[in-house]
């Protein structure tokens, strides 16, 4: 069955470091999504990919980074770490507007 | 720019009563709308959804009516159970342009036996 897959589930790093969290998807899906959900914010999206070596600034995308070099997979790489980028990482793929989204199971990532 | 408003939760209720979770959005032209839910420790998963005005989408006892006149699109479920637990999102998408999800803020709903 196809599915979607994050890794890894749960991740705590140091400030200041980098961190790629990954995100692949066996759909075939064009569209692949990063958001990311916090208490009283509810999910905000990162980066957005409509397809290979294609990628978009979200709303809150500083301090973030992607790369599209194949259909399945789009790793989002924290450059520099934040305790201000504690939270939990959802990766999404679409085939269109309409059908809606399928999410991953997300990753819980702690900056200390 | 685009948005969706959800009523604040946290809502609780017992089980078998009847559920109303409002959500209203605000959009140009004729976004499709969405209901996602989300159960403790895992990712969101799509419930219904609905791509037109009147449409009607259903799923597992749960429904939603797009109302274009009141920009609107509440779920319902006529009788819940405890296993109806977990965080509903009403979200959006635009019919034209980028083709990026836009989510309520959630609401935490807890059903007690």
């Known amino acids: 069955d196809a599915e979607i897959t994050q890794s890894p589930r749960h991740k705590i790093t140091e400030t200041g470091r980098q961190v790629t969290l990954a995100c692949h998807q066996t759909?075939?899906?064009?569209?692949m999504f990063w958001y990311r959900q916090d208490l009283g914010h509810g999910l905000r999206l990162i980066h957005y990919?409509?397809?290979?070596?294609?990628?978009n600034k979200g709303e809150v995308s500083d301090g973030y980074s992607v790369s599209r070099s194949n259909t399945e997979d789009l790793p989002l790489t924290l450059e520099s770490a934040a305790s201000s980028q504690t939270s939990v990482y959802f990766c999404?793929?679409?085939?269109?507007?309409?059908?809606?989204?399928?999410f991953g199971s997300g990753t819980r990532l702690t900056v200390v | 720019g685009d948005s969706v408003t959800q009523m604040e939760g946290p809502v609780t209720l017992s089980e078998e009563a009847f559920l109303t979770i409002n959500c209203t959005y605000t959009a140009t032209g004729y976004p499709s709308l969405f209901w996602y839910v989300q159960y403790p420790g895992e990712g969101l998963q799509l419930l219904l959804k609905a791509t037109k005005a009147d449409d009607k989408g259903s799923n597992k006892g749960f429904e939603a009516t797009y109302r274009k006149e009141t920009t609107s699109f509440h779920l319902e479920k006529g009788s819940v159970q405890v296993s109806d637990s977990a965080v509903y999102f009403c979200?959006?998408?635009?019919?034209?342009?980028?083709?990026?999800?836009?989510f309520g803020q959630g609401t935490r709903l807890t059903i007690n036996p």
């Open positions: 979200a959006l998408i635009k019919s034209q342009g980028a083709q990026k999800l836009v």
């Open positions: 759909w075939n899906h064009n569209n």
């Open positions: 990919s409509y397809g290979v070596h294609d990628t």
């Open positions: 999404a793929s679409s085939e269109s507007r309409v059908r809606g989204y399928t």
